[in-house]
T-cell receptor, first 114, second 115 residues
Framework: SAVISQKPSRDICQRGTSLTIQCQVD?????MFWYRQQPGQSLTLIAT?????????ESGFVIDKFPISRPNLTFSTLTVSNMSPEDSSIYLC???????????FGPGTRLTVL | GESVGLHLPTLSVQEGDNSIINCAYS??????FIWYKQESGKGPQFIIDIRSNMDKRQGQRVTVLLNKTVKHLSLQIAATQPGDSAVYFC??????????????FGKGTKLTVNP
């Protein structure tokens, strides 16, 4: 398994600003992912964070709105840009390593946009 | 299409009873399924998984059943305890072109265990 931390755990932001969320893993992992979970809803994959190359985005999510960095095998950031109230969600990172079967999730970042 | 859904959005049981949470998936090519438990304010926690070459897998107090004929997945929790109260998600592992994979999550079932 892996221990995953996220910063910040929660934040309240003003419309039009940007927030960068950090995800740190205690061991090197092959795959890192970013999900969004809107209030009372399920998880939706935003993108796969690729180490050393651009992230792979899912339909409906674009790099300009959700830029992602993955500088090494234990760390990734997700930025929510030019925020609006519709971006109020929980943002979760998850990891998967070769040889593991499952994805492990971080505790999430609860974002409220006013 | 890509969709994994649940039959019941809420489930309320008495402590000590057995719980059954159901899930339907749509992609017959999916080869791996996972159940997650999400407690309030926390990220999803892995419970149990099953590969498509199996129809049953047991863990501690939990059993997952897979029926590929009707594309149905269920999670059985034996002797449900108050600590089992949470939202439960099934997830389907889709294999995409180029060898990549992604998890598609169902809508979730909120389980409430009454003492």
């Amino acid at each position: 398994s892996a221990v995953i931390s996220q910063k910040p755990s929660r934040d309240i932001c003003q419309r039009g600003t940007s927030l960068t969320i950090q995800c740190q893993v205690d061991s090197q992992v092959t795959m890192m992912f970013w999900y969004r979970q809107q209030p009372g809803q399920s998880l939706t994959l935003i993108a796969t964070a690729n180490q050393g190359s651009e992230a792979t985005y899912e339909s409906g999510f674009v790099i300009d709105k959700f830029p992602i960095s993955r500088p090494n095998l234990t760390f990734s950031t997700l930025t929510v840009s030019n925020m609006s109230p519709e971006d109020s969600s929980i943002y979760l990172c998850s990891v998967e390593a070769r040889g593991w079967n499952e994805q492990f999730f971080g505790p999430g970042t609860r974002l409220t946009v006013l | 299409g890509e969709s994994v859904g649940l039959h019941l959005p809420t489930l309320s049981v008495q402590e000590g009873d057995n719980s059954i949470i159901n899930c339907a998936y749509s992609n017959s090519a999916s080869d791996y399924f996972i159940w997650y438990k999400q407690e309030s304010g926390k990220g999803p926690q892995f419970i149990i998984d099953i590969r498509s070459n199996m129809d049953k897998r047991q863990g501690q107090r939990v059993t997952v059943l897979l029926n590929k004929t009707v594309k149905h997945l269920s999670l059985q929790i034996a002797a449900t305890q108050p600590g089992d109260s949470a939202v439960y998600f099934c997830a389907e592992n889709l294999r995409l072109q180029g060898g990549s994979e992604k998890l598609v999550f169902g809508k979730g079932t909120k389980l409430t265990v009454n003492p």
